[in-house]
């Protein structure tokens, strides 16, 4: 009988999940991240949150950016990936006007910008290729948000398409799980936590 590890699970399904998105046409992904934006603006978390950790998306993620501009009071910031360091994220103040292109193909704050100890951080809105019920997460295999998540205190959600909402993914120890899910179809607590949206 042949057996798959952690990792071959995890590569196979980042294919699936990669074809999956691209299928999802761009007005799709537009409406899907209009809602999702709406759907925060109204959660009592976000409300209550101060310091919200964003990212700025790549291959076609959800697109939290109307955030950004709709809530200029929030303390928004965004993580910068120090790849030489073991896949550390440090965290900077989010200023438009200072994002440079990393080699992954996202925009990020500029090394000079003012940097903010993660435990200022609040809330994570956390990016994944996908998530399943239960939180897990599917990320691209650099561990950034894995490393971060295990050492964070305060409330994370993974930002997910409907269509990229799983019933269970392969996850191995070192993995973490996400509180909270937020589709375009709603915002509710990971199923292995009692408490409601």
Same mark, same amino acid.
């Given at each position: 009988?042949?057996?798959?590890?952690?990792?071959? /699970?995890?590569?196979?399904?980042?294919?699936?999940?990669?074809?999956?998105?691209?299928?999802?046409?761009?007005?799709?992904? /537009?409406?899907?991240?209009?809602?999702?934006?709406?759907?925060?603006?109204?959660?009592?978390?976000?409300?209550?949150?101060?310091?919200?950790?964003? #990212?700025?998306?790549? #291959?076609?993620? +959800? $697109?939290?950016?109307?955030?950004?501009?709709?809530? !200029?009071?929030?303390?928004? =910031?965004? !993580?910068?990936?120090?790849?030489?360091?073991?896949?550390?994220? +440090?965290?900077?103040?989010?200023?438009?006007?200072?994002?440079?292109?990393?080699?992954?193909?996202?925009?990020? !704050?500029?090394?000079?910008?003012?940097?903010?100890?993660?435990?200022?951080?609040?809330?994570?809105?956390?990016?994944?290729?996908?998530?399943?019920?239960?939180?897990?997460? =599917?990320?691209?295999?650099?561990? #950034?948000?894995?490393?971060?998540?295990?050492?964070?205190?305060? +409330?994370?959600?993974?930002?997910?398409?409907?269509?990229?909402?799983?019933?269970?993914?392969?996850?191995?120890?070192? $993995?973490? !799980?996400? $509180?909270?899910?937020?589709?375009?179809?709603?915002?509710?607590?990971?199923?292995?936590? /009692?408490?409601?949206?």
């Amino acid at each position: 009988m042949i057996t798959f590890s952690i990792s071959d /699970q995890k590569r196979e399904l980042r294919q699936r999940c990669k074809t999956i998105r691209k299928e999802l046409s761009d007005a799709t992904r /537009q409406r899907a991240s209009q809602a999702i934006c709406v759907r925060l603006a109204a959660w009592d978390v976000f409300q209550a949150s101060d310091a919200i950790l964003a #990212y700025m998306p790549i #291959y076609s993620e +959800v $697109d939290l950016r109307p955030l950004l501009v709709g809530f !200029p009071g929030k303390r928004w =910031l965004l !993580p910068r990936l120090l790849p030489g360091e073991n896949g550390r994220m +440090v965290f900077h103040t989010y200023d438009p006007d200072n994002l440079i292109m990393h080699r992954f193909g996202m925009a990020e !704050p500029a090394s000079h910008l003012p940097q903010v100890p993660p435990e200022d951080i609040q809330l994570v809105l956390t990016p994944g290729l996908a998530f399943d019920r239960s939180g897990w997460r =599917l990320g691209y295999g650099g561990g #950034y948000y894995d490393r971060f998540l295990a050492k964070f205190d305060g +409330v994370s959600a993974g930002i997910v398409y409907q269509a990229l909402l799983l019933n269970t993914l392969p996850h191995a120890r070192y $993995d973490l !799980p996400v $509180d909270w899910l937020a589709t375009e179809e709603g915002i509710f607590p990971a199923t292995r936590n /009692q408490s409601s949206a």
